[in-house]
């Protein structure tokens, strides 16, 4: 999630863009996220994939689209945007599956625990 800092920078330093023109070319990464959350809900619970097989896929995402986005050149913005998507998908997916996955990982008896522990220590 560190590319919500570094891309934002990287328009302003190397491209000249302007904080505003900077945030507005973060949309396309910002906007295909939500799409990706909602994608890897409904394959997981209507599809019955299984949430480890959405994970991987996402991860691997990430890999593509943040190692994609490094190769990028000075004047090649519109190739930037693409893979921006790539990343937004990706880290939509990885974010909705590990929330799914906790009832699968913790046993029901210890979820409220869970949760008062996190309140207890402010570390939510």
Not at 26 to 53: D, E, F, I, N, Y
Request: proline fraction near 6%.
């Amino acid at each position: 999630m560190t590319v919500l800092i570094n891309l934002p920078q990287r328009f302003q330093i190397v491209n000249g863009f302007g904080p505003f023109q900077a945030g507005i070319r973060l949309l396309p990464m910002l906007l295909s996220s939500p799409v990706a959350t909602a994608t890897a809900g409904q394959l997981v619970s209507k599809l019955q994939v299984p949430p480890l097989h959405v994970m991987v896929a996402g991860a691997s995402l990430q890999v593509v689209g943040v190692g994609l986005a490094s190769t990028v050149g000075i004047d090649n913005i519109k190739s930037m945007l693409g893979f921006e998507v790539i990343m937004g998908f990706a880290f939509g997916m990885t974010l909705v599956t590990l929330l799914i996955y906790v009832p699968f990982v913790v046993e029901k008896s210890d979820m409220g625990k869970l949760s008062l522990f996190c309140l207890s220590q402010l570390r939510c």
